[in-house]
Every structure is written in C-alpha cells, then in structure tokens.
C-alpha cells in the first residue's frame, strides 16, 4: 500500500509565477490535509479538505492561496503569484475520515518550494 | 492552535529509555493524544496516539495520567537514529495542530 505521494519533491518558481502541489493520499483515504512549514519553525496548519469539499481552510491565507480535492485525481494546493515568503515546505498527509475513533493521519515526505 | 506545551529540547544517552513529556490540560473528555516526530526533512512520522489508556506498540509506550492532563512519550532504548524533533498533539475537531515540539537529542 503505497503511502501518501507528494510532487513534485522540489520546485523552484520566480516572484510572481505560480506553483502548483501535488498529494495523492493513500489508498482508501477520502479526507486530506495541508501543512506548511517555513524554515526552523513547527508545521502550521493551512486547509482540510474532503473529496469535492473544503471541510476547514481556517489556516490559509486569504489571498493567493487555494486548494481543491477533486472527486478524481490528486489533492492540488495552489499558490498564485508566488513571493519569497512563500519559500517553505509543504506537506501533505491523509485520513481515512474523521470520527471520534481515532483515526491517525499519514504524511508525504513534502514538497520545497524556494521561490527566487 | 497547539493545545499542547512540551519542552524545547532533551538530551538522552544511547542506548537508554527517553522519557518525553507533554501538558495538555485543557484537554477534553473525548480528546485523543497522538505522538508525531519527524527527523530532519522528512515528513512527520506517526508514533501513537491514545485516549485514556496507556498504550504500547513496536516505537514506544505512550503513558497518560488519569485526569489526562499529561502524558509521557517513552522510547525504551534510544538509538542515534531517534534524535528528532518530537510532536505531542491534541486533535481538535479532525484537525492535528503541531506546536514546536522536542528536540530529542541522543548522544552516543
């Protein structure tokens, strides 16, 4: 069972262009996250998503940034007019869903963005 | 936000029991506490998590207090290969929020 697969691993965009991330959850997975973590710091919290919906973007910016998960094809966060604050790794991770189970989420190895 | 406080950094000697602790005393009744570390440029690594019981599996033993307002990580026998940056997290309506979390490092 192949875990939760990011790309690309790294990306290099100028100011101003776009960048776009990839996250293909695990198999049987329907419910996705989006961290972000900026260099020596903990990962923030930025959107968690369901198939064809946005469960909680509480953490995202409010401009520039969106994210989609589509009912097929991978998780897709999208940064618009990227800036050099934007250099940071993102992270992906999957659930199976969420219930008052338990359940544990699984994350990808990220992807770098470095913006120049 | 982080509902967790952790110290900022432990050392611990090879080969022994690292003994990692968390607060979480705004916790609630049916809050689980889940463990995540992640070595250096990796993806977080899911460790284990629990509710009220204190629980084991092949990484570590988790041990909560009985209010819950505590817990403590235990990695048996630390190998150099365990120097991360530890997360103890409290899962708030589906979501997982890190704080800064410890950085174990294990000395030879």
């Known amino acids: 069972n192949a875990g939760v697969m990011q790309n690309p691993r790294h990306l290099v965009r100028r100011r101003g262009q776009e960048a776009r991330l990839r996250c293909s959850p695990m198999?049987?997975?329907?419910?996705v996250y989006w961290y972000r973590q900026l260099p020596e710091e903990g990962l923030k919290f930025m959107v968690y998503?369901?198939?064809?919906?946005?469960?909680?973007e509480s953490g995202m910016p409010k401009e520039r940034f969106s994210a989609e998960f589509p009912k097929e094809g991978p998780s897709i966060l999208r940064i618009q007019q990227v800036v050099r604050g934007d250099s940071a790794a993102y992270f992906c991770a999957s659930s199976p869903g969420w219930d008052r189970s338990g359940n544990t989420i699984y994350f990808g190895e990220g992807s770098w963005l470095t913006v120049v | 936000d982080a509902k967790t406080t952790q110290p900022p950094s432990m050392d611990c000697a090879e080969g022994r029991a690292a003994n990692l602790p968390c607060n979480h005393s705004t916790i609630s009744g049916n809050e689980y506490v889940y463990w995540y570390r992640q070595i250096h440029s990796q993806g977080p690594q899911y460790i284990i998590h629990?509710?009220?019981n204190n629980e084991t599996n092949e990484m570590a033993s988790l041990i909560i207090t009985e209010d819950r307002k505590s817990s403590t990580l235990i990695l048996p026998h630390a190998t150099l290969r365990d120097t991360a940056v530890y997360y103890c997290i409290v899962r708030v309506e589906g979501k997982f929020y890190f704080g800064s979390g410890t950085k174990l490092n294990v000395k030879p």
């Open positions: 998503l369901q198939k064809e919906n946005i469960i909680d």
């Open positions: 629990g509710l009220k």
């Open positions: 198999k049987g997975h329907s419910h």
